[in-house]
């Protein structure tokens, strides 16, 4: 797995379009003194120290490739650890192989393309909401983190573990850790979060609650003050003019790219799987507290995509979308584990088979993306 990503990045470094190579062409900058570290740092410090904080391109770019590849491995390991611990808590016991290529299927998944987005505008990416990218350094560091903090407190919903000093501190830093990467997933985790601990108040006791909700403090805390160092002070800002967050026309960036009309076209077939299942079994998915959290987390994501945007230069460039991408990876993962079961048996129930089948066609989608952005050389 990281052999087949080093080399998939290091052509995207060399040849195609992206966030990737801006990243490095940011740290060039702040070691020739053009620039400051943004309040997001973790990702520009780690290619610094990597290079050996020469500021050589050669050198920044193997950073990056080492970097990103070793995230797309450690994603591959922890939605393998995650997928294999939400079976075992439904009896499921499938084999490594499966769970393997589970994993690999979804670690590369991607949306359905359809003939309006690919034939009429040219575009794979652009348009819909996708549960991976490839061309954007930050979103893809920061993907194990988000899985790993999901994982640590979908276990302390599930009160499989106590919030001892220890776990506090962990998933303190697992919550610092994001904002410092890029707070995007911060921007569901919270809130949603919050409204769980809240309804789980009366079972986990006021003083749990309370210890838990502190934990969250550290995530608000970084994120006010790098909306500030950003928005109002433009530390390490990519761009002049930018001036903050506002209430935008319903999901105004997706229109900028698309049409109008298309919007609930990209929800329908951005969301396929989630929606199907929803309507196969309602009362079971709602009862699932994985598939409820993860559901929450994506629909809070969806919610922020719609309402809110940047104002200034960079008002249509979607980095109020980014949350929605690792949400709907951990929706897509969780749905996988309460189907797979059944999915994998003899007898598959119809609309369990056509959820099978599509969960196919993302992964072959996902390969077709892949593929698209070696010959095409862009990610959109």
């Known amino acids: 797995m990281f052999v087949a990503a080093a080399a998939f990045f290091a052509y995207l470094l060399l040849y195609a379009e992206g966030d990737l190579l801006p990243h490095v062409a940011q740290v060039q900058k702040i070691r020739d003194g053009e620039a400051a570290y943004p309040p997001n740092f973790l990702y520009y410090l780690a290619l610094d120290l990597l290079s050996g904080f020469s500021g050589d391109l050669a050198a920044l770019r193997a950073a990056a490739v080492f ?31 499966t769970i393997a290529s589970l994993s690999l299927m979804l670690g590369i998944s991607f949306t359905i393309p359809d003939p309006y987005l690919v034939f009429g505008l040219g575009r794979m990416y652009l348009g819909r909401f996708v549960p991976v990218v490839w061309h954007n350094s930050t979103t893809i560091v920061l993907f194990p983190f988000a899985i790993l903090l999901f994982r640590r407190q979908l276990e ?40 769980l601990l809240i309804v789980f108040a009366r079972d986990r006791g006021v003083a ?3 210890l838990n909700l502190a934990a969250y403090t550290v995530g608000a805390a970084a994120v006010a003050a790098q909306y500030v160092l950003i928005y109002r002070l ?26 109008a009309w298309y919007v609930p076209v990209s929800l329908l077939i951005s969301f396929c799987i989630p929606l199907l299942a929803l309507a196969l079994e309602p009362g079971r998915l709602l009862r699932s507290l994985p598939v409820l959290y993860a559901g929450l987390l994506t629909a ?78 862009t990610f959109r």
């Not at 997933?185 to 809130?191: D, R, S, Y």
């Not at 003899?346 to 593929?371: D, E, H, T």
Request: aromatic share 12%.
């Open 67 to 97: 970097l990103l590849a070793g995230a797309v491995a450690w994603r591959y390991a922890l939605t393998k650890s995650l997928l294999r611990w939400l079976l075992a808590r439904g009896g499921a016991t499938p084999g490594a192989r």
């Open 234 to 259: 433009g530390v390490g800002s990519f761009n002049d003019g930018e001036d903050g967050l506002t209430i935008g026309g319903f999901f105004e960036v997706f229109i900028a790219w698309t049409a």
């Open 156 to 195: 302390l919903f599930a009160g499989g573990h106590d919030l001892t000093p220890r776990r506090f501190a962990a998933l303190s830093g697992l919550i610092l850790v994001n904002a410092l990467i890029k707070p995007s997933f911060l921007f569901v985790f919270l809130p949603v979060s919050t409204l």
């Open 300 to 377: 809070c994501g969806v919610l922020i995509s719609g309402v809110f945007i940047e104002s200034g230069l960079r008002r249509h460039h979607g980095n109020l979308v980014w949350q929605t991408i690792p949400a709907s990876a951990l929706l897509l993962i969780v749905l996988t584990a309460h189907f797979a079961p059944r999915a994998l048996g003899r007898c598959v129930p119809p609309g369990i088979r056509v959820l099978k089948w599509l969960f196919v066609a993302q992964f072959l989608s996902g390969v077709a993306y892949i593929g698209y952005m070696i010959v095409a050389r």
């Open 208 to 210: 749990k609650t309370l």
